[in-house]
Nanobody, 118 residues
């Protein structure tokens, strides 16, 4: 059974850092694209960063150079290191796993709240 559990959210001041973790079960990182999405109040959910198999990564323009996505296959965990946080980064962050072979195999965590405020 596939499970994705996010952790690491919280409140931080602008300019600060947080590291989100997504602990997984039932996921083979070699054949799944792992992604971090976020949804701010009143806005659509958007892809922030993703990583596939051997380490190919994607970043949304607004987080390029500030966020780093990584995966630890031995511990079945995906991370999102968030640096130089801005108020506009405030959102619920969701972990996503999507099979590279079957898009219908698409799984979500319940999310973790990140609040950036002075």
């Amino acid at each position: 059974q596939v499970q994705l559990v996010e952790s690491g959210g919280g409140s931080v001041q602008p300019g600060g850092s947080l590291r989100l973790s997504c602990t997984t079960s039932g996921i083979n990182f070699n054949v799944y694209r792992m992604g971090w999405y976020r949804q701010a109040p009143g806005k659509q959910r958007e892809l922030v960063a993703s990583i596939v198999g051997g380490g190919s990564t994607f970043y949304q323009d607004s987080v390029e150079g500030r966020f780093i996505i990584s995966s630890d296959k031995a511990n079945n965990t995906v991370y999102l290191q968030m640096n130089s946080l801005k108020s506009e980064d405030t959102a619920v962050y969701y972990c996503n796993a999507r099979s590279v072979y079957a898009r219908a195999m698409d799984y979500w965590g319940k999310g973790t709240l990140v609040t950036v405020s002075s």
